[in-house]
């Protein structure tokens, strides 16, 4: 069973910086897209970041771009999200998500299956 445990959010001030956490278990890590995606009230969720296959190169959404990093530890399991520069409107849930298979759309919340428990990241103007 796919199990993804996010964490590390938190109350930060605009222009501070949060990591956050993702451990993954009951999968094969190398043959998964990871993603990292939020949702804020009354939005819809959005991707933020993530990697097609372990190993490839990143996606970023634009908003972020720059100032967002993602990054895996395969023998851990675990994705993170190095997030700097925060700002306000980077307030909301954030999830790890996971999908069997390699793609070059892995931004696309639609086309992942595997989901863990948000974690709230507020930003304070």
């Known amino acids: 069973e796919v199990q993804l445990v996010a964490s590390g959010g938190g109350l930060v001030q605009a222009g501070g910086s949060l990591r956050l956490s993702c451990a993954a278990s009951?999968?094969?890590?190398?043959?998964?897209?990871i993603g990292w995606f939020r949702q804020a009230p009354g939005e819809e969720r959005e991707g933020v970041s993530c990697?097609?296959?372990?190993?490839?190169?990143?996606y970023y959404a634009h908003s972020v771009k720059g100032r967002f990093t993602i990054s895996s530890d395969n023998v851990k399991k675990m994705v993170y999200l190095q997030m700097n520069s925060l700002k306000s409107e980077d307030t909301a849930v954030y999830y790890c998500a996971a999908r069997y298979g390699t793609t070059r759309l892995c931004l696309l919340p639609a086309l992942y299956d595997s989901w863990g428990k948000g974690t709230q990241v507020t930003v304070s103007s």
């Open positions: 009951g999968f094969t890590f190398d043959d998964y897209a």
């Open positions: 990697i097609p296959i372990i190993g490839d190169s990143a």
